[in-house]
């Protein structure tokens, strides 16, 4: 109570409501990754595509080569089959996996890049992100995005550390993928005492997205073109090159030096500090000789002279050995010569008709991807709309073609329930009519009659973690009946609303939840002595309906 000493009107206001619990934010993932740009290992929350784009840059560029066919007849080029030649290096997807999320419905969320795409995914890498991510009060979700391009070993081993993890604090959740579609191998490598803080889905997704890539980096091959023929000094391995690419129409000679440190000098057509070329035309349509080489050298120069800049193309080293046409010996034949390409930067302007051919070609390569991201947005989405006691399951999977994979009803009997460990995997599938849902709401626990289903878990650490916070400024306060009265009003006005709201079992309140607190109910007196206030709270979480049973029956006709 104030102490009052100056005479005078003075106001008092006495609170007369309990405390509130504010719930937790439920559906905050964080994706673990490699990034273009951006800070590492430093969690950093987003709100959407434009901020992770501004922050972390884009997906890493691909490489495809695009087999093509030039009828020689009417000159009309053709597309053959578009191959994607840097899958094997290329593995890094959160680009790709936070535009799913977010076209599913995500919201905010957090990135922690674990460098940038100049190696490869590592598990050292991986793991020390995951490791930081401990330290991060707000996730709720966890997303190991680049980890399943890891050997499967490293996978699991990281999928069980992120586990402990999520039991160790009690406030999140990991989101799992089959990285190599193996389910018995999850199952067996997926050990320990945490799996009801997880959950897996099957298989990957076929999505909508695009591949990003860089026109130069694009090579079109002609299979109507001459496979070149290579020449090279025959006491100089890095000495002068010649080359020939040609086709029924304009046949070429490409003379150029093959060593970056002895460049040609001269006029602008030579002008490098690395590779110099040269492309003369010569009346041969099938590859040259060595004498057709130096012949047609020798006649473009003549017919070019301010080209060359007077002198004529010298041998590497000594540099007095001089490619002339009295003089075709000097050159051997080279193997290794690889089919005539150019990049689709080069036809922007020269073949439109084919240019514009193969970007549509290349927009028809729809990038594959884990569910994981997809889920994390259903999970957001679902949450928002309906609530975090709503099974994330019966739900669209949008911004995809369809699943890679076809799953019946037995198989998913499998996938559903595992008799042997109870590692259940949520299918999923695509349905005519409805389009591809997830058909499944298990956690990895689905023999456990507690913490089966997703939505108990998930609903359960909601309100641990609501109701943790909110009960703070009990610490320290005297630990008597007028505390205890505050803390039981508090979680007993969140738990009501939450009943309210569906989220809990029973046609009256006390059906559905009980708080106790008190001496002689919940604590002793030692307990009081050495500090500890114990409140003991219960609820009945709703369960989703898995398995609807409709019963029929024959009945006889009365009147």
């Known amino acids: 109570m104030a102490i009052y000493n100056t005479p005078g009107v003075y106001v008092e206001e006495i609170p007369t409501l309990a405390p509130s619990v504010a719930q937790v934010a439920t559906a905050i993932p964080v994706f673990i990754g490699y990034t273009q740009q951006g800070p590492k290992l430093t969690p950093t929350r987003i709100d959407t595509l434009l901020d992770y784009e501004s922050l972390f840059g884009k997906a890493n560029p691909s490489a495809f080569t695009v087999a093509t066919t030039t009828d020689a007849n009417t000159k009309i080029s053709s597309i053959n089959t578009v191959t994607r030649t840097d899958s094997g290096t290329n593995k890094f997807l959160m680009h790709y996996g936070l535009s799913l999320y977010f076209r599913n419905g995500g919201g905010s969320c957090y990135i922690v890049s674990v460098g940038n795409y100049s190696g490869q995914p590592s598990k050292t890498d991986l793991e020390a992100g995951l490791t930081l991510l401990e330290k991060e009060d707000e996730p709720t979700l966890i997303v190991l995005l680049d980890a399943v391009s890891l050997p499967t070993t490293d996978y699991y081993d990281l999928c069980v550390k992120a586990l402990a993890q999520c039991r160790k604090l009690g406030d999140r959740f990991l989101i799992a993928d089959i990285p190599d579609g193996n389910t018995d191998t999850f199952r067996s490598k997926i050990v320990g005492n945490d799996l009801c803080y997880g959950a897996a889905y099957h298989p990957y997704l076929q999505s909508t997205l695009t591949y990003q890539y860089v026109e130069d980096n694009i090579s079109v091959t002609d299979s109507g073109a001459v496979a070149p023929t290579l020449y090279q000094w025959s006491s100089d391995d890095k000495g002068l090159t010649v080359s020939y690419s040609g086709d029924s129409t304009t046949p070429t000679v490409s003379i150029v030096l093959d060593t970056a440190d002895q460049p040609i000098t001269g006029k602008a057509v030579f002008n490098t500090d690395t590779v110099a070329t040269l492309v003369i035309t010569i009346s041969s349509k099938t590859a040259p000789s060595g004498a057709d080489v130096a012949g047609a050298w020798s006649t473009w120069?003549?017919?070019?002279p301010g080209a060359t800049g007077g002198f004529d193309i010298q041998k590497?080293?000594?540099g007095t050995a001089k490619l002339a046409a009295t003089d075709p010996t000097v050159l051997t034949a080279k193997s290794g010569g690889a089919a005539a390409s150019q990049s689709l930067a080069s036809?922007?302007?020269?073949?439109?008709?084919?240019?514009n051919q193969i970007k549509t070609a290349l927009n028809d390569q729809r990038v594959q991807l884990p569910p994981s991201p997809a889920i994390a947005g259903i999970y957001a989405s679902v949450d928002r709309d309906r609530g975090v006691w709503k099974a994330p399951a019966n739900v669209a999977v949008k911004s995809i073609i369809g699943p890679t994979a076809k799953i019946s009803d037995a198989e998913q009997d499998r996938l559903n329930i595992d008799a042997t460990a109870g590692k259940s995997i949520n299918a999923i599938r695509d349905f005519t009519g409805k389009g591809t849902l997830v058909?499944?709401?298990?956690?990895?626990?689905?023999?456990?009659?507690?913490?089966?289903?997703?939505s108990v878990r998930r609903l359960f650490i909601t309100i641990e973690e609501s109701t943790r916070k909110a009960t703070a400024f009990a610490v320290f306060e005297p630990n008597d009946a007028t505390t205890w009265l505050k803390?039981?009003?508090m979680i007993e006005s969140y738990l009501y609303g939450l009943w309210q709201q569906g989220a809990l079992g029973g046609s009256k309140p006390e059906s559905a939840y009980f708080v106790n607190v008190g001496l002689g109910?919940?604590?002793t007196s030692q307990d009081i002595l050495e500090g500890r206030m114990i409140v003991e709270i219960g609820v009945a979480a709703v369960r989703p309906a898995e398995f609807i049973v409709l019963r029929f029956s024959h009945k006889m006709q009365e009147a």
Do not use: P
């Open 301 to 304: 120069k003549t017919a070019n």
């Open 316 to 318: 590497n080293g000594a």
């Open 439 to 454: 058909w499944g709401a298990r956690t990895l626990a689905g023999n456990d009659n507690e913490w089966r289903y997703v």
């Open 487 to 489: 803390v039981k009003a």
């Open 347 to 355: 036809l922007r302007t020269t073949n439109t008709s084919l240019y």
């Open 521 to 523: 109910k919940t604590m």
